[in-house]
């Protein structure tokens, strides 16, 4: 044998060498799966080496404490962690594979309800190579038992064992603080656990996902009944009737929720080089059967699209930090607008072109009640498909269409468009627009993705109308959220064709469009102010459902009633009279600064109190989960375990609706697809 390995041997041959062994291929073991089992998306060379040592300083940690221990017992515990550690990563393949993400500890607590959302045996799950993970101690156990490497008795002085767990913390706060420059508020922004783990580490992103859960049960154990007292006293107080000329005028038809990706209020009839950015919604905005709203604004936070959908489909605002759908959709009861159309005889479905976990999607709209959740996993894809966060917009309704066509009706349908969303990427097939001139790389391709996605729009609407479908369905056109940040305000002052902006500008930067149609329906634009809280109860009136009994904090905005306070999640607001920015005051019609006189003093007051309270109430309910406490009369709790977004259990789904309901376009079409009526000129398609 050779002085070299002979020297390796020997190092391997003491108590430091054999921990150095056990780390090395542990984390050789761990990357290989991050980059063969899971689809975390490392980009970049600061991703691909946080990819690559985020394994290193949780190894050192937990296997570090059998060095604390002596002779045998030590070498044996390092196995045995390494044994816990490896079934917590086989766990999370098996997961993975169904779900598109990590096992948290709600699933873990309600094991019951994951072995009921699988779906499929564990043998059928399970793959021969998924055993991979425990290869290294098998490796380690035949090199003690054939005595290759001989366990060292000698002690181990304590010192290295604490400055061992000493460096595993200094790299562990080092590795957070690389993570974070590349993605700053991973963890007070957290939207995907994938980012945890790709960032971070499987043992990290358990050990805050173990903190998250400690801290949301410790708020929901001490909640009680009685704490909706408040709230419901609040609401009774609140609430608006529905406007007569409107109740109940849309009963029985589908409904169509496209939500249009960071798409502001400004883009509307807005031109660059004399062309018009989005004619076709344009011409849907000016349609005289469709409502259109123009102090319409969103109203998000860091949940920035999740707080949209919470907003829009339960009428409870998003949170102050982090997302609710992550962090609370898949245990809180929720009375959304799925589960209320569920109830009344609809066939509710969710669209969107990315993956299932994002934003916590595929666990949330169980708990909202979506029958259907037509993620990623069900469209082909091929690399030209996709561009930024998903599928662009033209193949995503085009294939989206040909589930829609499946949907026995009536049917409540929310499709998620992509493309418009940062950074404004496209490829040169696609651009046939030019992009505007700020000299903002950020910023200029903006209306670039915003006209293709009107293009993609005009195409499905066309399908609507040859399938009959644009007749007999209400069409809600939605802005999630801004798309170009108030961090770019130079641009913003070239886009809105002035020198210089303020933050009253800002603020009314923030408005979204807001479209209603339906064929008969008594359209026009509306001056009226709102924001996204307000969708649910205006489209539940228009659909003839009453709201006096639920928990919502929106009121409908076709009603004289209508409260026109619209909160933004840091506790500023618009009113038709005032706009309020941090401590400064504006009048919304001139955009002029004031110094409050004392009537004025008292009336803003009085909004600020309602927004603060309102706001408060909205949180209480999400943070002590209080839906739990009350059921609202003729609403009935939804069922995690009804649902099953898994491919082929969906498909077997869908076909059993069909049979049981054959009231779907294809059904009445007689069984045959219309989707050679869908036209589409993707370059990607030909």
């Avoid at 766990?91 to 019951?112: Q, W």
């Avoid at 059928?124 to 991979?132: A, G, L, P, Y």
């Avoid at 992509?418 to 990427?425: C, D, F, G, I, R």
């Avoid at 109860?537 to 009603?559: A, C, E, M, R, V």
Wanted: hydrophobic share 40%.
């Amino acid at each position: 044998m050779s002085t070299k390995k002979s020297r390796i041997l020997n190092f391997f041959n003491t108590r430091l060498g054999f921990f150095f062994l056990v780390v090395i291929l542990f984390c050789v073991k761990t990357y290989i799966i991050y980059q063969t089992k899971f689809t975390l998306g490392a980009k970049g060379g600061m991703q691909q080496f946080l990819l690559v040592v985020n394994p290193i300083p949780a190894a050192l940690l937990t296997l570090g404490i059998a060095l604390y221990f002596s002779g045998r017992l030590s070498y044996w515990l390092m196995m045995l962690i390494d044994f816990f550690e490896s079934i917590w990563i086989f766990a999370n393949i098996v997961y993975y594979r169904e779900f598109s993400d990590f096992l948290s500890m709600g699933i873990i607590k309600g094991s019951g309800n994951v072995q009921n959302n699988l779906g499929k045996s564990l043998m059928e799950i399970i793959h021969f190579t998924d055993f991979f993970v425990f290869l290294d101690i098998l490796i380690l156990i035949l090199l003690l038992v054939f005595k290759v490497i001989r366990i060292d008795a000698k002690p181990f002085k304590k010192r290295y064992a604490l400055l061992i767990s000493g460096l595993s913390l200094v790299l562990m706060a080092g590795e957070y603080g690389l993570a974070n420059s590349d993605r700053s508020g991973l963890l007070t922004r957290t939207f995907d656990n994938n980012y945890i783990v790709k960032y971070l580490g499987l043992n990290e992103y358990a050990a805050f996902n173990a903190y998250q859960t400690h801290k949301e049960s410790a708020t929901r154990s001490h909640a009680k009944a009685s704490d909706m007292d408040s709230i419901l006293k609040y609401l009774k107080n609140n609430r608006a009737a529905a406007n007569p000329e409107y109740f109940g005028k849309e009963k029985g038809k589908n409904v169509f929720i496209i939500h249009l990706e960071s798409f502001q209020q400004f883009l509307i009839n807005y031109k660059v080089d004399g062309k018009e950015v989005t004619p076709h919604l344009n011409a849907f905005y000016k349609n005289r059967h469709t409502l259109s709203f123009d102090n319409f604004y969103h109203q998000v936070a860091q949940g920035k699209t999740s707080d949209a959908e919470m907003m829009l489909e339960n009428s409870l605002y998003g949170l102050p930090q982090g997302s609710a759908m992550v962090t609370y959709g898949g245990q809180n009861t929720f009375q959304a607008a799925p589960a209320i159309l569920d109830q009344r005889g609809y066939t509710t479905a969710a669209f969107h072109g990315d993956v299932p976990s994002f934003w916590n999607r595929d666990s949330t709209y169980k708990s909202w009640g979506y029958q259907y959740f037509f993620s990623s996993q069900y469209y082909k894809t091929k690399p030209s498909y996709n561009v930024g966060y998903g599928m662009k917009d033209k193949i995503f309704f085009r294939d989206a269409a040909n589930y829609i066509q499946q949907l026995p009706q009536p049917f409540y349908a929310k499709l998620i468009t992509l493309t418009n969303h940062y950074p404004y990427l496209l490829d040169k097939q696609n651009t046939d627009f030019p992009a505007t001139k700020t000299g903002d790389k950020t910023v200029d391709p903006y209306v670039q993705t915003a006209h293709y996605l009107d293009q993609a729009f005009a195409e499905f609407l066309n399908y609507l109308k040859k399938t009959g479908l644009y007749k007999n369905s209400v069409i809600v056109l939605y802005g999630d959220h801004y798309g170009i940040s108030n961090n770019h305000r130079p641009a913003i002052a070239q886009l809105l064709h002035k020198k210089s902006i303020n933050s009253y500008d800002l603020a009314q930067f923030q408005k979204v469009p807001f479209m209603i149609h339906a064929a008969g329906l008594k359209g026009g634009i509306r001056q009226t102010y709102g924001g996204e809280i307000d969708v649910l109860p205006t489209l539940l009136h228009l659909l003839g459902i009453k709201d006096n009994n639920t928990i919502q904090f929106g009121t409908d905005l076709l009603s004289k009633q209508h409260d026109q306070r619209v909160a933004f999640r840091d506790g500023d607001f618009v009113t038709p009279k005032y706009t309020k920015v941090g401590s400064t005051v504006y009048l919304t019609r001139s955009g002029k600064e004031i110094t409050p006189n004392a009537t004025q003093k008292r009336q803003i007051a009085s909004i600020q109190n309602h927004v603060t309270t309102e706001l408060s109430l909205s949180d209480r309910v999400i943070y002590g989960d209080l839906l739990r406490f009350y059921t609202p009369k003729g609403f009935q709790k939804v069922n995690r375990k009804d649902f099953t977004y898994q491919y082929t259990k969906g498909m077997d789904n869908l076909k059993k609706a069909q049979e049981e309901h054959p009231t779907s376009i294809e059904a009445k079409n007689n069984g045959k697809s219309t989707m050679d009526l869908y036209k589409t000129d993707a370059p990607e398609l030909k």
